[in-house]
Protein backbone atom coordinates (compact mmCIF):
# COMPACT_ATOMS: atom_id res chain seq x y z
CA UNK A 1 0.00 0.00 0.00
CA UNK A 2 0.99 3.45 -0.63
CA UNK A 3 1.61 5.51 2.02
CA UNK A 4 2.07 9.65 3.10
CA UNK A 5 3.87 10.09 6.14
CA UNK A 6 3.58 13.02 8.21
CA UNK A 7 7.01 12.85 9.96
CA UNK A 8 7.09 15.92 11.96
CA UNK A 9 5.69 19.20 12.63
CA UNK A 10 7.78 21.70 13.58
CA UNK A 11 6.48 24.80 15.15
CA UNK A 12 8.17 28.42 16.09
CA UNK A 13 5.69 30.89 17.75
CA UNK A 14 2.95 31.66 14.79
CA UNK A 15 4.54 29.38 12.06
CA UNK A 16 4.39 25.58 11.70
CA UNK A 17 5.83 23.32 8.87
CA UNK A 18 5.43 19.90 7.87
CA UNK A 19 8.14 16.90 7.48
CA UNK A 20 6.20 14.17 5.68
CA UNK A 21 7.38 11.77 2.97
CA UNK A 22 5.60 10.03 0.42
CA UNK A 23 6.15 6.59 -1.52
CA UNK A 24 7.97 6.40 -4.91
CA UNK A 25 4.52 5.27 -7.22
CA UNK A 26 2.52 8.83 -5.72
CA UNK A 27 5.18 10.99 -5.70
CA UNK A 28 4.65 12.52 -8.82
CA UNK A 29 1.44 13.84 -7.77
CA UNK A 30 3.65 16.15 -5.38
CA UNK A 31 5.67 18.65 -6.46
CA UNK A 32 9.64 18.18 -5.78
CA UNK A 33 9.96 20.73 -3.41
CA UNK A 34 6.90 20.32 -1.07
CA UNK A 35 7.65 22.45 1.46
CA UNK A 36 4.08 22.88 3.32
CA UNK A 37 4.31 25.92 5.99
CA UNK A 38 1.26 27.40 7.45
CA UNK A 39 1.98 31.15 8.97
CA UNK A 40 -0.77 32.51 11.94
CA UNK A 41 -0.79 36.06 13.26
CA UNK A 42 -1.01 34.36 16.47
CA UNK A 43 1.23 32.14 18.76
CA UNK A 44 0.65 28.66 17.67
CA UNK A 45 3.07 27.12 20.58
CA UNK A 46 0.33 26.42 22.48
CA UNK A 47 -1.89 24.26 20.08
CA UNK A 48 -1.55 20.42 20.68
CA UNK A 49 -0.15 18.79 17.33
CA UNK A 50 -3.57 16.26 17.32
CA UNK A 51 -5.04 20.11 16.12
CA UNK A 52 -1.91 21.09 14.13
CA UNK A 53 -1.93 18.09 12.32
CA UNK A 54 -5.58 18.75 10.67
CA UNK A 55 -4.60 20.95 7.67
CA UNK A 56 -1.97 18.46 6.33
CA UNK A 57 -4.17 15.45 6.36
CA UNK A 58 -7.26 17.67 5.03
CA UNK A 59 -4.80 18.53 2.23
CA UNK A 60 -3.45 15.03 0.98
CA UNK A 61 -6.93 13.12 2.20
CA UNK A 62 -8.43 13.32 -1.02
CA UNK A 63 -4.86 11.78 -2.73
CA UNK A 64 -5.14 9.20 -0.08
CA UNK A 65 -8.36 7.70 -1.10
CA UNK A 66 -7.80 8.37 -4.88
CA UNK A 67 -4.67 5.95 -4.89
CA UNK A 68 -5.58 3.61 -1.95
CA UNK A 69 -3.05 5.35 0.14
CA UNK A 70 -2.43 5.20 3.82
CA UNK A 71 -1.79 8.54 5.56
CA UNK A 72 -0.19 8.01 8.96
CA UNK A 73 -0.33 10.51 11.47
CA UNK A 74 1.11 10.73 15.11
CA UNK A 75 -1.98 12.05 16.91
CA UNK A 76 -5.17 13.45 16.16
CA UNK A 77 -8.17 15.07 17.64
CA UNK A 78 -10.88 12.86 17.98
CA UNK A 79 -14.06 14.19 16.50
CA UNK A 80 -11.55 15.56 13.49
CA UNK A 81 -11.08 11.53 12.83
CA UNK A 82 -14.63 10.91 13.54
CA UNK A 83 -15.43 13.02 10.38
CA UNK A 84 -13.29 11.51 7.84
CA UNK A 85 -15.24 9.07 7.17
CA UNK A 86 -18.17 10.65 6.05
CA UNK A 87 -16.69 13.22 4.58
CA UNK A 88 -15.28 10.32 2.07
CA UNK A 89 -18.92 8.51 1.66
CA UNK A 90 -19.91 11.93 0.28
CA UNK A 91 -17.54 12.44 -1.99
CA UNK A 92 -18.36 8.65 -3.12
CA UNK A 93 -21.76 9.90 -3.67
CA UNK A 94 -20.49 13.14 -5.79
CA UNK A 95 -18.64 11.07 -7.50
CA UNK A 96 -19.38 7.67 -8.59
CA UNK A 97 -17.11 7.33 -11.71
CA UNK A 98 -14.38 7.41 -8.79
CA UNK A 99 -13.47 4.82 -6.50
CA UNK A 100 -12.35 6.49 -3.06
CA UNK A 101 -10.47 4.03 -0.75
CA UNK A 102 -7.12 4.71 1.26
CA UNK A 103 -6.65 4.71 5.36
CA UNK A 104 -5.93 7.26 7.91
CA UNK A 105 -3.91 5.63 10.52
CA UNK A 106 -2.78 7.12 13.70
CA UNK A 107 -1.01 6.36 17.24
CA UNK A 108 -3.28 8.43 19.18
CA UNK A 109 -6.34 9.86 19.47
CA UNK A 110 -6.98 13.04 21.88
CA UNK A 111 -10.60 13.63 23.15
CA UNK A 112 -10.02 18.30 22.93
CA UNK A 113 -12.84 19.62 25.04
CA UNK A 114 -13.84 23.33 25.19
CA UNK A 115 -16.91 25.48 25.59
CA UNK A 116 -17.27 26.92 22.37
CA UNK A 117 -18.26 30.59 21.98
CA UNK A 118 -17.84 33.18 19.76
CA UNK A 119 -18.39 32.59 15.43
CA UNK A 120 -15.98 32.82 13.28
CA UNK A 121 -16.10 32.45 8.90
CA UNK A 122 -13.82 32.09 6.13
CA UNK A 123 -13.75 35.64 4.69
CA UNK A 124 -12.24 35.92 0.76
CA UNK A 125 -13.73 39.32 0.42
CA UNK A 126 -15.90 38.37 -2.96
CA UNK A 127 -19.33 37.57 -2.99
CA UNK A 128 -20.48 35.04 -1.31
CA UNK A 129 -18.46 35.59 1.57
CA UNK A 130 -19.80 39.17 1.71
CA UNK A 131 -23.14 37.67 1.71
CA UNK A 132 -22.43 35.29 4.67
CA UNK A 133 -20.75 38.00 6.58
CA UNK A 134 -23.84 40.21 6.27
CA UNK A 135 -26.22 37.97 7.05
CA UNK A 136 -24.63 36.69 10.57
CA UNK A 137 -22.96 40.13 10.82
CA UNK A 138 -24.98 40.19 14.58
CA UNK A 139 -23.00 37.54 15.68
CA UNK A 140 -19.92 39.78 15.35
CA UNK A 141 -18.13 36.82 13.60
CA UNK A 142 -14.29 36.34 13.25
CA UNK A 143 -13.25 36.93 9.96
CA UNK A 144 -10.36 34.75 8.61
CA UNK A 145 -8.45 35.15 5.47
CA UNK A 146 -6.62 32.41 3.71
CA UNK A 147 -3.35 33.84 1.85
CA UNK A 148 -1.70 31.56 -1.00
CA UNK A 149 -5.72 29.96 -2.00
CA UNK A 150 -6.81 31.64 -4.89
CA UNK A 151 -3.83 34.08 -5.16
CA UNK A 152 0.11 32.39 -5.29
CA UNK A 153 2.39 33.58 -2.29
CA UNK A 154 4.76 35.01 -5.27
CA UNK A 155 2.66 37.51 -5.85
CA UNK A 156 3.30 38.85 -2.57
CA UNK A 157 2.52 43.19 -3.69
CA UNK A 158 -0.76 41.38 -4.86
CA UNK A 159 -1.53 39.73 -1.14
CA UNK A 160 -0.28 42.59 0.19
CA UNK A 161 -2.49 45.24 -1.42
CA UNK A 162 -5.55 42.77 -0.74
CA UNK A 163 -4.92 42.43 2.96
CA UNK A 164 -5.02 46.10 3.14
CA UNK A 165 -8.83 45.97 1.38
CA UNK A 166 -9.98 43.14 3.06
CA UNK A 167 -8.64 44.96 6.42
CA UNK A 168 -10.41 48.08 5.42
CA UNK A 169 -13.77 46.10 4.82
CA UNK A 170 -13.64 44.58 7.92
CA UNK A 171 -13.26 48.07 9.81
CA UNK A 172 -16.17 48.90 8.11
CA UNK A 173 -17.79 46.02 9.69
CA UNK A 174 -16.34 46.87 13.32
CA UNK A 175 -15.10 43.44 12.79
CA UNK A 176 -11.93 41.49 14.03
CA UNK A 177 -9.85 39.95 10.84
CA UNK A 178 -6.86 37.79 10.75
CA UNK A 179 -4.41 36.27 7.74
CA UNK A 180 -3.23 32.70 7.39
CA UNK A 181 -0.38 32.53 4.79
CA UNK A 182 -0.43 28.86 3.72
CA UNK A 183 1.69 27.14 0.81
CA UNK A 184 -0.72 24.48 0.60
CA UNK A 185 -1.46 24.62 -3.44
CA UNK A 186 2.34 24.54 -3.69
CA UNK A 187 2.72 20.90 -2.31
CA UNK A 188 0.65 18.87 -4.85
CA UNK A 189 1.05 18.96 -8.69
CA UNK A 190 -1.80 20.05 -9.43
CA UNK A 191 -1.52 19.51 -13.72
CA UNK A 192 -0.72 15.91 -12.57
CA UNK A 193 -3.99 15.73 -10.62
CA UNK A 194 -6.16 17.13 -12.91
CA UNK A 195 -5.20 14.50 -15.66
CA UNK A 196 -5.66 11.39 -13.48
CA UNK A 197 -9.75 12.57 -12.78
CA UNK A 198 -10.17 14.47 -16.34
CA UNK A 199 -12.92 12.06 -16.38
CA UNK A 200 -15.32 14.21 -13.84
CA UNK A 201 -14.45 17.07 -16.84
CA UNK A 202 -13.31 19.62 -13.65
CA UNK A 203 -9.74 20.01 -12.64
CA UNK A 204 -8.72 18.69 -8.92
CA UNK A 205 -8.75 21.79 -6.58
CA UNK A 206 -12.02 22.53 -7.81
CA UNK A 207 -13.52 19.12 -7.62
CA UNK A 208 -11.68 17.13 -4.66
CA UNK A 209 -9.57 19.44 -2.71
CA UNK A 210 -10.79 23.05 -2.07
CA UNK A 211 -13.56 22.67 0.81
CA UNK A 212 -11.66 21.11 3.34
CA UNK A 213 -8.65 21.69 2.22
CA UNK A 214 -9.13 25.62 3.13
CA UNK A 215 -11.45 24.91 5.75
CA UNK A 216 -8.75 22.50 7.94
CA UNK A 217 -6.49 26.02 8.05
CA UNK A 218 -8.73 27.50 10.33
CA UNK A 219 -8.33 24.37 12.67
CA UNK A 220 -5.61 26.17 15.23
CA UNK A 221 -7.62 29.20 15.09
CA UNK A 222 -10.80 28.15 15.93
CA UNK A 223 -9.67 25.69 18.82
CA UNK A 224 -7.55 28.97 20.52
CA UNK A 225 -10.23 31.08 19.66
CA UNK A 226 -12.69 28.50 21.35
CA UNK A 227 -15.16 28.77 17.91
CA UNK A 228 -18.63 27.42 18.31
CA UNK A 229 -19.50 27.72 14.74
CA UNK A 230 -17.05 28.15 11.56
CA UNK A 231 -19.37 29.74 8.29
CA UNK A 232 -18.24 28.82 5.02
CA UNK A 233 -19.97 30.13 2.40
CA UNK A 234 -21.31 28.14 -0.16
CA UNK A 235 -20.44 28.95 -3.98
CA UNK A 236 -23.36 26.78 -5.53
CA UNK A 237 -27.51 27.06 -4.68
CA UNK A 238 -29.45 24.00 -3.66
CA UNK A 239 -31.30 22.40 -6.71
CA UNK A 240 -27.67 23.02 -8.70
CA UNK A 241 -26.98 19.39 -8.55
CA UNK A 242 -23.26 21.12 -8.98
CA UNK A 243 -20.52 18.51 -8.40
CA UNK A 244 -18.03 20.39 -6.29
CA UNK A 245 -15.48 20.08 -3.20
CA UNK A 246 -16.95 22.60 -1.12
CA UNK A 247 -20.57 21.35 -0.80
CA UNK A 248 -23.02 21.33 2.04
CA UNK A 249 -22.66 17.17 2.31
CA UNK A 250 -18.95 17.70 2.34
CA UNK A 251 -18.42 21.01 4.37
CA UNK A 252 -20.87 20.55 7.38
CA UNK A 253 -19.47 16.80 8.25
CA UNK A 254 -16.06 18.48 8.91
CA UNK A 255 -15.57 18.45 12.63
CA UNK A 256 -12.49 20.55 14.11
CA UNK A 257 -12.55 19.66 18.04
CA UNK A 258 -15.72 20.98 19.39
CA UNK A 259 -16.18 23.49 16.32
CA UNK A 260 -18.68 22.50 13.87
CA UNK A 261 -18.76 23.99 10.08
CA UNK A 262 -21.81 25.20 8.46
CA UNK A 263 -21.79 25.86 4.43
CA UNK A 264 -23.60 28.78 4.52
CA UNK A 265 -26.59 30.17 2.55
CA UNK A 266 -26.75 27.67 -0.06
CA UNK A 267 -30.41 27.89 -0.68
CA UNK A 268 -29.57 31.59 -1.88
CA UNK A 269 -28.54 32.37 -5.54
CA UNK A 270 -25.82 34.31 -6.35
CA UNK A 271 -28.25 37.16 -7.58
CA UNK A 272 -29.90 37.11 -4.18
CA UNK A 273 -27.12 37.22 -2.58
CA UNK A 274 -25.95 40.29 -4.47
CA UNK A 275 -29.32 41.48 -3.58
CA UNK A 276 -29.30 41.06 0.55
CA UNK A 277 -25.02 42.52 0.33
CA UNK A 278 -26.63 45.81 -1.89
CA UNK A 279 -29.51 46.22 0.58
CA UNK A 280 -27.42 46.16 3.69
CA UNK A 281 -25.05 48.86 1.95
CA UNK A 282 -27.91 50.54 1.01
CA UNK A 283 -29.01 50.72 4.27
CA UNK A 284 -26.03 51.02 6.01
CA UNK A 285 -24.74 53.88 3.93
CA UNK A 286 -21.71 51.50 2.94
CA UNK A 287 -19.60 51.30 -0.56
CA UNK A 288 -18.09 48.14 -1.51
CA UNK A 289 -14.83 47.07 -2.68
CA UNK A 290 -15.59 43.20 -3.64
CA UNK A 291 -12.85 40.74 -5.12
CA UNK A 292 -13.84 38.39 -7.15
CA UNK A 293 -11.35 38.06 -9.83
CA UNK A 294 -9.42 34.86 -11.11
CA UNK A 295 -6.41 37.33 -12.18
CA UNK A 296 -3.99 36.37 -9.29
CA UNK A 297 -1.42 39.35 -10.64
CA UNK A 298 -4.06 42.46 -9.63
CA UNK A 299 -5.46 43.10 -6.54
CA UNK A 300 -8.58 44.74 -8.59
CA UNK A 301 -10.93 43.17 -10.66
CA UNK A 302 -9.54 42.76 -14.03
CA UNK A 303 -13.28 42.67 -15.38
CA UNK A 304 -12.60 40.02 -18.22
CA UNK A 305 -12.08 36.82 -16.38
CA UNK A 306 -15.16 34.86 -16.21
CA UNK A 307 -15.56 35.37 -12.44
CA UNK A 308 -15.36 38.90 -12.97
CA UNK A 309 -18.29 38.81 -16.01
CA UNK A 310 -20.30 36.62 -14.46
CA UNK A 311 -20.43 39.06 -11.06
CA UNK A 312 -20.74 42.24 -13.59
CA UNK A 313 -23.78 40.27 -15.56
CA UNK A 314 -25.21 39.45 -12.52
CA UNK A 315 -24.75 43.06 -10.90
CA UNK A 316 -26.74 44.19 -13.57
CA UNK A 317 -29.41 41.44 -14.13
CA UNK A 318 -30.24 43.27 -10.13
CA UNK A 319 -30.48 46.68 -11.77
CA UNK A 320 -27.25 47.08 -9.67
CA UNK A 321 -24.57 49.24 -10.97
CA UNK A 322 -21.05 47.50 -11.06
CA UNK A 323 -19.23 50.05 -10.23
CA UNK A 324 -20.51 50.41 -6.50
CA UNK A 325 -19.44 46.81 -6.26
CA UNK A 326 -16.07 47.29 -7.06
CA UNK A 327 -16.02 46.97 -11.05
CA UNK A 328 -14.31 49.63 -13.26
CA UNK A 329 -15.75 48.78 -16.48
CA UNK A 330 -13.41 49.25 -19.21
CA UNK A 331 -14.39 51.58 -22.74
CA UNK A 332 -16.75 49.38 -24.72
CA UNK A 333 -17.38 47.00 -22.22
CA UNK A 334 -20.38 44.74 -23.81
CA UNK A 335 -18.45 45.02 -27.19
CA UNK A 336 -15.51 43.16 -25.64
CA UNK A 337 -17.44 40.52 -23.96
CA UNK A 338 -19.09 39.53 -26.45
CA UNK A 339 -15.45 38.84 -28.03
CA UNK A 340 -14.38 37.39 -25.25
CA UNK A 341 -17.33 34.91 -24.36
CA UNK A 342 -16.87 34.01 -28.54
CA UNK A 343 -13.57 33.50 -28.04
CA UNK A 344 -11.79 33.08 -25.53
CA UNK A 345 -13.37 31.99 -22.30
CA UNK A 346 -13.95 28.03 -21.39
CA UNK A 347 -17.11 27.94 -19.65
CA UNK A 348 -16.96 24.55 -17.75
CA UNK A 349 -20.75 22.74 -16.51
CA UNK A 350 -19.86 23.83 -13.16
CA UNK A 351 -20.50 27.76 -14.42
CA UNK A 352 -23.25 26.79 -17.33
CA UNK A 353 -25.60 26.40 -14.95
CA UNK A 354 -24.89 29.75 -12.81
CA UNK A 355 -25.06 31.38 -16.24
CA UNK A 356 -27.96 30.11 -17.37
CA UNK A 357 -29.82 31.33 -13.81
CA UNK A 358 -28.06 35.14 -15.01
CA UNK A 359 -30.35 34.56 -18.21
CA UNK A 360 -33.28 33.68 -16.71
CA UNK A 361 -32.97 36.91 -14.35
CA UNK A 362 -32.87 39.51 -17.56
CA UNK A 363 -35.35 37.65 -19.48
CA UNK A 364 -37.85 38.52 -16.56
CA UNK A 365 -36.23 41.90 -16.17
CA UNK A 366 -38.35 44.05 -18.95
CA UNK A 367 -35.41 47.06 -18.54
CA UNK A 368 -32.89 44.33 -20.19
CA UNK A 369 -35.01 42.13 -22.19
CA UNK A 370 -36.21 45.01 -24.23
CA UNK A 371 -32.68 46.60 -24.25
CA UNK A 372 -31.08 45.42 -27.63
CA UNK A 373 -27.65 45.84 -26.61
CA UNK A 374 -28.01 42.57 -24.61
CA UNK A 375 -29.85 40.52 -27.46
CA UNK A 376 -26.52 38.63 -28.30
CA UNK A 377 -26.16 37.87 -24.45
CA UNK A 378 -29.73 36.62 -24.18
CA UNK A 379 -29.45 34.51 -27.24
CA UNK A 380 -25.44 33.49 -26.13
CA UNK A 381 -25.25 29.26 -26.04
CA UNK A 382 -22.86 28.83 -22.75
CA UNK A 383 -23.21 24.85 -23.52
CA UNK A 384 -21.70 24.92 -27.01
CA UNK A 385 -19.88 27.78 -26.65
CA UNK A 386 -15.71 26.89 -27.43
CA UNK A 387 -16.30 23.47 -27.38
CA UNK A 388 -13.47 23.08 -30.08
CA UNK A 389 -10.94 24.12 -27.53
CA UNK A 390 -12.88 21.89 -24.64
CA UNK A 391 -12.75 19.02 -26.66
CA UNK A 392 -9.39 20.24 -27.64
CA UNK A 393 -7.63 20.56 -23.87
CA UNK A 394 -9.63 16.88 -23.26
CA UNK A 395 -7.88 15.13 -26.01
CA UNK A 396 -4.68 16.76 -24.85
CA UNK A 397 -4.89 15.20 -21.52
CA UNK A 398 -6.21 11.70 -22.17
CA UNK A 399 -3.23 11.95 -24.93
CA UNK A 400 -0.71 12.83 -21.75
CA UNK A 401 -2.05 10.91 -19.52
CA UNK A 402 -1.72 7.76 -21.89
CA UNK A 403 2.07 9.06 -22.31
CA UNK A 404 2.33 9.29 -19.08
CA UNK A 405 1.12 5.63 -18.33
CA UNK A 406 3.53 4.22 -21.01
ZN1 LIG B 1 -11.19 39.10 -13.28
Given amino acids: MEKIVLEKIQINK ?67 LNSVNPIKNSYQNMYPNLKFMGELKCEKIIQNNYKPLKVAMMFSGGVDATATLVKHISEEPLLINLQGSDIKLKYKTVLDNVQIKLQKMAQQYSLPITFVETSFREVLNEKELDMFISIVNDNYWHALQHGIAILSHAAPIVY ?103 FDLPKHFLRKAKFHFKYKIIFSPAVVVLWKKIQHQFRNNPNLYLDSQYTWFLNFNFEKSNNFIKKLYASVCIFAKKMLNK
Fill in 224 to 326: LKKIKTLYIASSYTKGDNAKCASDPSIDNMLKLASTVIYHDNFDLTRGEKIQLINNYCENNHLSLNIRVCFNERKEDNCCKCEKCYRTIFEIISRNGNPKNFG
Fill in 14 to 80: NKLTYFYSVTDKISKYFMPTREYSIKYEMNIEGVPKNILAIPFVCNVLPISWLFDAEIVVEELDADF
